[in-house]
């Protein structure tokens, strides 16, 4: 075992050299995946940079703190930054006072490791028995080309059905199915809708004397961001299954999205983008009973329960498989860093659930280590905590993302800011209802082919 160790640091302090990067000249026989022998335990002083909400921030400083008083030797310096976060992070880029470990967008994260801004964390990742590829979750790795890892998704995120359980009782119906071979079709989610979306005279959507233009409860709701939230459950992809252009004239493409626009003017139970204006953000909704379905990301949870709504989780509905789109933001360590081991050691702190179980358990955030959804001492610990995980969030939403779940298409698209400046004003129309999805697919396909330049890994 000795000789092992001994051999590991030596891998990795020969990877850290041929990077360009300076290994730490001392460093304790610290908890870093493989030993460092000798030190003298040298003060050392990393920064740390990330945005999110007021209760985020508060869970980021204590985890610095918890960090600081095991590795005394090691100060983190944290830069909160909520607002034009890249602007801030690039000006400190260009004055050589970038931060050690911070966490970037995931399109950005790609592009500044081309770039050369990152570090490649393959090298640690290659060698650390703790946190490797077989220790992650699916999808929790981002690559820029083989070999080479941009980032690791500090928390995961998933997308999954919630809904008020007191207006399903009301009306008489069973909730939404909370395992993945149960999984609503999309006639039985769109009826279920229809029956929940009532007009200011009482009627639902099934009446024949229905008023669309004056509803009082809608059957569910979404965020036209999320228009490629059913491409993976109609068994296709954006990509081309080659990679060699953009999917959108995938007819199996073009039905999952028109799916979603069909919510809103052919079936009348999801709000417009106008009407939507008129509604409170959706925890509000599903409060107030505005709406009584919403198809969001898992980080709603963590709203509802403190506001003590009586909701409920089920898988979201399928095209043709049951799947749920995966959308967690990296952690990166910059390649200037002149702390590379310290920094890793960081890393795997902020990486590691235990040490902001609060947030988990508040139903914010989702572990990316594997053990956290397979060993049941470990579930128990945030899963099953209330008010933040509502009955059968181990299913809809634990075991589906990891059995059945798969990336947004912003963590492998290149080029996706300039995509999406065309993209998005097209699917604009599609929700205002000016046009539908093939016209407007069609109608910037040159411009699209345009823009591609691949994907990444």
């Given at each position: 075992?000795?000789?092992?160790?001994?051999?590991?640091?030596?891998l990795?302090?020969?990877?850290?050299t041929?990077?360009g990067?300076?290994?730490?000249?001392?460093?304790?026989?610290?908890?870093?995946?493989?030993a460092i022998?000798?030190g003298?335990?040298e003060?050392?002083?990393?920064t740390y940079?990330?945005?999110?909400?007021?209760?985020?921030r508060?869970a980021?400083?204590?985890?610095?703190?918890?960090?600081m008083?095991?590795?005394?030797w090691i100060?983190?310096?944290?830069?909160?930054?909520?607002g034009?976060?890249?602007?801030?992070?690039?000006t400190?880029?260009?004055?050589n006072?970038?931060?050690d470990?911070?966490?970037?967008?995931?399109?950005?994260?790609?592009?500044?490791?081309?770039?050369?801004?990152?570090?490649?964390?393959?090298?640690?990742?290659?060698?650390?028995?703790?946190?490797?590829?077989?220790?992650?979750i699916?999808?929790?790795?981002?690559s820029?080309?083989?070999?080479?890892?941009?980032g690791?998704?500090?928390?995961?995120?998933a997308?999954?059905?919630?809904y008020?359980?007191?207006?399903f009782?009301?009306?008489?119906?069973s909730?939404?199915?909370v395992?993945a071979?149960?999984?609503?079709?999309?006639d039985?989610?769109?009826?279920?809708?229809k029956?929940?979306?009532?007009?200011?005279?009482?009627?639902?959507?099934?009446?024949?004397l229905?008023?669309?233009?004056?509803?009082?409860?809608f059957?569910?709701?979404?965020n036209?961001?999320?228009?490629?939230l059913?491409?993976?459950?109609?068994?296709?992809?954006?990509?081309?299954?080659d990679g060699?252009?953009?999917n959108?004239?995938?007819?199996?493409?073009?039905?999952?999205?028109?799916k979603?626009?069909?919510?809103i003017?052919?079936h009348h139970?999801a709000?417009s983008p106008?009407q939507?204006?008129?509604l409170?953000?959706?925890?509000?909704?599903?409060?107030?009973?505005?709406?009584?379905?919403?198809?969001?990301?898992?980080?709603?949870?963590?709203?509802?329960?403190?506001?003590?709504?009586?909701?409920?989780v089920?898988?979201?509905?399928?095209?043709?498989?049951?799947?749920t789109v995966?959308f967690g933001?990296?952690?990166?360590m910059?390649?200037?860093?002149?702390h590379?081991?310290?920094?890793?050691?960081?890393?795997k702190?902020?990486?590691?659930?235990?040490?902001?179980i609060d947030?988990?358990?508040s139903?914010l955030?989702?572990p990316?280590?594997?053990?956290?959804?397979?060993?049941?001492?470990?579930?128990?610990r945030?899963?099953d905590e209330?008010?933040?995980?509502?009955?059968?969030?181990?299913?809809?939403?634990?075991?589906?993302?990891?059995?059945?779940g798969?990336?947004?298409?912003?963590y492998?698209?290149?080029n996706?800011?300039?995509i999406?400046?065309?993209?998005?004003?097209?699917l604009?129309?599609?929700?205002?209802?000016k046009?539908?999805?093939?016209?407007?697919?069609?109608?910037?396909?040159?411009e699209?082919?345009?823009a591609?330049?691949?994907?990444?890994?």
């Amino acid at each position: 075992m000795r000789k092992r160790l001994a051999l590991l640091l030596v891998l990795g302090l020969a990877a850290l050299t041929a990077a360009g990067c300076r290994p730490a000249e001392s460093l304790p026989a610290a908890e870093i995946g493989y030993a460092i022998k000798g030190g003298s335990q040298e003060p050392v002083t990393l920064t740390y940079a990330s945005w999110g909400s007021a209760n985020e921030r508060k869970a980021q400083e204590s985890m610095i703190r918890k960090f600081m008083d095991k590795y005394p030797w090691i100060t983190v310096e944290y830069m909160y930054a909520p607002g034009d976060y890249v602007t801030k992070l690039t000006t400190m880029y260009a004055s050589n006072r970038a931060p050690d470990v911070f966490m970037l967008y995931k399109h950005t994260a790609l592009q500044w490791a081309e770039q050369g801004k990152l570090y490649n964390l393959n090298e640690f990742l290659a060698t650390d028995p703790d946190i490797n590829e077989s220790s992650l979750i699916p999808n929790a790795i981002m690559s820029w080309d083989q070999g080479k890892v941009a980032g690791v998704k500090v928390t995961e995120e998933a997308f999954a059905l919630y809904y008020n359980a007191d207006l399903f009782e009301e009306a008489g119906l069973s909730p939404p199915p909370v395992k993945a071979e149960e999984a609503w079709d999309w006639d039985e989610f769109v009826q279920t809708a229809k029956k929940l979306t009532i007009d200011r005279n009482g009627r639902n959507a099934l009446d024949p004397l229905f008023d669309p233009h004056h509803i009082e409860q809608f059957g569910v709701r979404f965020n036209t961001w999320m228009w490629h939230l059913f491409v993976s459950s109609n068994e296709t992809s954006i990509i081309s299954a080659d990679g060699s252009r953009m999917n959108l004239q995938d007819p199996a493409v073009i039905e999952a999205v028109q799916k979603l626009a069909d919510l809103i003017y052919v079936h009348h139970v999801a709000p417009s983008p106008l009407q939507e204006k008129n509604l409170p953000q959706p925890m509000l909704a599903l409060q107030s009973k505005k709406i009584a379905m919403d198809l969001d990301g898992q980080w709603i949870q963590l709203d509802l329960g403190a506001a003590n709504v009586n909701y409920g989780v089920g898988v979201l509905p399928k095209l043709k498989k049951s799947t749920t789109v995966q959308f967690g933001e990296p952690i990166v360590m910059s390649a200037t860093t002149e702390h590379p081991l310290e920094a890793w050691l960081f890393f795997k702190w902020l990486i590691d659930a235990e040490h902001a179980i609060d947030m988990h358990a508040s139903g914010l955030w989702m572990p990316i280590l594997k053990d956290y959804y397979t060993k049941p001492e470990l579930i128990t610990r945030w899963a099953d905590e209330k008010p933040g995980h509502p009955d059968g969030y181990e299913d809809a939403v634990m075991r589906q993302t990891l059995a059945n779940g798969v990336n947004s298409y912003d963590y492998y698209l290149k080029n996706i800011e300039r995509i999406n400046a065309i993209l998005i004003p097209a699917l604009d129309q599609v929700f205002l209802g000016k046009k539908n999805v093939k016209q407007a697919f069609a109608d910037v396909a040159d411009e699209i082919d345009a823009a591609f330049q691949g994907t990444y890994p």
